[in-house]
């Protein structure tokens, strides 16, 4: 089996309570639900990623024939999650700043991406309203915001029970496909609670991941498989 891995470009997680913060060099990656105090219905974070076309194309070149292609994240830290859920991963529907901020910075940077805004400076708001078919967002009602995203036989999703792993790894075989046929554009992915349980105040817990500027060795990466075995 030939595996091949590449990393991140860019990375970030974007926060309902903290809507135009961004957080572009933090080392972990958030997919909590917070104990809510300022948007008592919509304390979440969401995840964007993304992969250079570059990177995606040189590995394509290393594989012959059919591939897999697989969205890795490792966990660092959980707490309180609930028995059984999903996490839901969809193709970017647009272009998003990864910046330079950090979630403890005071005063907070807003040099790319947030929950309302998609590039630096609190410029390029995420269209979320008026989209074309195929692609849909999710806010809450107050809160516009959160990105736009391809649906339609691109989302994928990962279950979780109270015994298995907390590492994500996702089958991004399909989005990867579209990006390389130019069927969409490559603008990264995004990983989120459902909307069941994004905006209910009920669930609280914590589910992080390292992110590409963590110092261990559990950086995020897409890896591709493939049959590389020859027969005589």
Known sequence: MGVYKIFPSQDTTIYTDYSTLNA???SILDLSKNSPFLYP???TGRVLIKFDNADITDALSKISGSFTASL???NANVDGIPTNFNIE???LYQSWD???GRFNNIPETDDGASWKYRSANQTNAWTVTG???GVTSSYFTSIEGGAAWYTSSYGVSQSFDYFSTKDININVTNTVAAWTSSLITNNGFI????NSIEFDPNYVYTFN???RDTNTIYPPCLEFKWNDSTFA
């Open 24 to 26: 572009g060099l933090d």
């Open 41 to 43: 219905s919509s304390s």
């Open 72 to 74: 890795k994240l490792y």
């Open 89 to 91: 991963c969809y193709p």
């Open 98 to 100: 990864m910046g330079t």
């Open 131 to 133: 989209l074309p078919t």
């Open 191 to 194: 990983l989120k609670n459902p």
């Open 209 to 211: 991941f390292f992110s």
